[in-house]
């Protein structure tokens, strides 16, 4: 009998959280396509009992029976490398796998490493796109299928597909439409470039602009900014790692707000810094109504952070 997997490409994918599921899943259900092997993130501790968890594309790869290699660190890790070139993979697909790749690794397979990247490159480069695509305003953003170099995002491009960004879009729920867009256009332009059909282009490399890496501390709101770019970044930073203030001392996340108008009715509802806030959560405690949290309050004033008190 014939072997299915004789004419297929080997594919390694390297990648760790939600985002990079359906993209993966897209691969293994691809019939040019075989995954020989996932390298994700380490299980680490999660939420407030500190469970160890396996990342989301560690869990798909098990039900898919498929290799996992859960490295700490890739550069001058020479078991790695070698198991890695053991696979003799024709192609790394990478989405947001959270490691650096050194050009050893880069150089393993014939036809080099593809990143999903989820903005509309040369825009948006770097940790976090899609938070700044909501933080800037931006009416689109993407995903970029690249052909990775030494240099980060900075490689050839495949393809693009662009989605337009709705006003209340959040970062989580942008993120699962921009993954389901990635599953799509890489599927779309993996096999022709692999079968030598399609050209990556060189990117305009000056209208390139950056993100930096999220901390946790990331969302203090600023209420000297407008109302309007407040209201993005409560949106930008959900569910990670949440707009927060603090008010009478006490550090209380901000998850859902609108901009307030002249019918707003400050009677019926939380009304702070032009804004409507429609959903908090106290340190310590569960999420709220705006209104049920500012019921509680004998007044609401904002404080500085502890530290600057």
Same mark, same amino acid.
């Given at each position: 009998?014939?072997?299915?997997?004789?004419?297929?490409?080997?594919?390694?994918?390297?990648?760790? #959280?939600?985002?990079?599921?359906?993209?993966?899943? *897209?691969?293994?259900?691809?019939?040019?396509?075989?995954?020989?092997?996932?390298? $994700?993130?380490?299980?680490?501790?999660?939420?407030?009992?500190?469970?160890? $968890?396996?990342?989301?594309?560690?869990?798909?790869?098990?039900?898919?029976?498929?290799k996992?290699?859960?490295?700490?660190?890739?550069?001058?890790?020479?078991? +790695?490398?070698? !198991?890695?070139?053991?696979?003799?993979?024709?192609?790394?697909?990478?989405?947001?796998?959270?490691?650096i790749?050194?050009?050893?690794?880069? /150089?393993?397979?014939?036809?080099?490493?593809?990143?999903?990247? *989820?903005?509309?490159l040369?825009?948006?480069?770097?940790?976090?796109?899609?938070?700044?695509?909501i933080?800037?305003?931006?009416? !689109?953003?993407?995903?970029?299928?690249?052909?990775?170099?030494?240099e980060?995002?900075?490689? &050839?491009?495949?393809?693009?597909?662009?989605?337009k960004?709705?006003?209340?879009?959040?970062?989580?729920?942008? %993120?699962?439409k921009?993954?389901? @867009?990635?599953?799509?256009?890489?599927?779309?332009? @993996?096999?022709? =470039?692999?079968?030598?059909?399609?050209?990556?282009? %060189?990117?305009?490399?000056?209208?390139?602009?950056?993100t &930096?890496?999220?901390?946790? /501390?990331?969302?203090?709101?600023?209420? /000297?900014?407008? #109302? !309007?770019?407040?209201?993005?970044?409560?949106? *930008?930073? &959900?569910p990670?790692?949440?707009? =927060?203030?603090?008010?009478?001392?006490?550090?209380?996340?901000?998850?859902? *707000?609108?901009l307030?108008?002249?019918?707003?009715d400050?009677?019926?509802?939380?009304?702070?810094?032009?804004? +409507?806030?429609?959903?908090?959560?106290? !340190?310590?405690?569960?999420?709220?109504?705006? $209104?049920?949290?500012?019921?509680?309050?004998?007044?609401?004033?904002?404080t #500085?952070?502890?530290?600057?008190?």
């Amino acid at each position: 009998m014939p072997n299915p997997k004789k004419n297929k490409y080997k594919v390694v994918f390297l990648g760790t #959280p939600q985002f990079a599921v359906p993209i993966l899943e *897209a691969l293994i259900n691809h019939p040019k396509l075989e995954v020989t092997a996932v390298f $994700t993130q380490p299980d680490r501790p999660v939420g407030r009992s500190h469970e160890i $968890t396996p990342p989301p594309v560690k869990k798909l790869a098990l039900e898919s029976d498929i290799k996992i290699v859960q490295p700490h660190k890739l550069k001058n890790n020479i078991e +790695i490398i070698h !198991e890695l070139a053991l696979l003799k993979p024709d192609v790394l697909v990478v989405a947001a796998y959270g490691h650096i790749l050194p050009k050893i690794i880069l /150089d393993i397979p014939r036809h080099g490493a593809i990143n999903v990247h *989820a903005s509309i490159l040369p825009k948006h480069r770097g940790a976090s796109p899609i938070t700044q695509a909501i933080l800037d305003g931006d009416k !689109e953003t993407g995903v970029s299928i690249m052909r990775m170099d030494i240099e980060i995002d900075h490689g &050839s491009v495949l393809g693009i597909e662009k989605i337009k960004i709705d006003s209340k879009e959040t970062k989580g729920s942008l %993120e699962e439409k921009l993954a389901k @867009l990635g599953a799509e256009a890489i599927t779309k332009y @993996l096999p022709d =470039y692999l079968d030598g059909k399609l050209l990556p282009k %060189e990117q305009e490399h000056h209208k390139a602009t950056w993100t &930096s890496l999220l901390s946790g /501390d990331e969302g203090l709101i600023d209420w /000297d900014n407008e #109302p !309007e770019t407040i209201e993005r970044a409560i949106r *930008a930073y &959900s569910p990670w790692p949440s707009a =927060y203030t603090f008010i009478n001392n006490k550090r209380v996340k901000i998850l859902e *707000a609108e901009l307030s108008n002249e019918n707003s009715d400050p009677n019926k509802e939380f009304i702070l810094g032009g804004l +409507i806030v429609k959903k908090v959560q106290p !340190e310590g405690k569960k999420e709220m109504s705006g $209104t049920d949290f500012a019921r509680g309050q004998k007044e609401i004033k904002i404080t #500085p952070p502890p530290r600057l008190q």
